[in-house]
Nanobody, 115 residues
């Protein structure tokens, strides 16, 4: 069992920045594919960005060039740096850890982009 705890969400103006963090428990963090997803009411959860154990990254088209995912295996933590935020980025952001067919979710953190 892996425990994931997200932090860093909040209210930010359009064009602003936030950095989300997700701290994971356990000793196998370095082996997990880590991902950030987001969800708004009435919509399916969507992948925002992911990073593999060897550091390869993948981004949704809507965030390319604005968001950056990174990981620190020594701290069991994955980050999502979000720049040039837009109103449409408003959502609950969830951290995910996956290995083979097993996945774990955090509790989510709210990001609101509004003036």
């Amino acid at each position: 069992q892996v425990q994931l705890v997200e932090s860093g969400g909040g209210l930010v103006q359009p064009g602003g920045s936030l950095r989300l963090s997700c701290a994971a428990s356990g000793s196998l963090f370095r082996l997990y594919v880590m991902g950030w997803y987001r969800q708004t009411p009435g919509k399916q959860r969507e992948l925002v960005a992911s990073i593999t154990s060897d550091g390869s990254t993948n981004y949704a088209d809507s965030v390319k060039g604005r968001f950056t995912i990174s990981r620190d295996n020594a701290k069991n933590t994955v980050y999502l740096q979000m720049n040039s935020l837009r109103a449409e980025d408003t959502a609950v952001y969830y951290c995910n850890a996956a290995i083979t067919v097993v996945g774990y979710w955090g509790q989510g953190t709210q990001v609101t982009v509004s003036s």
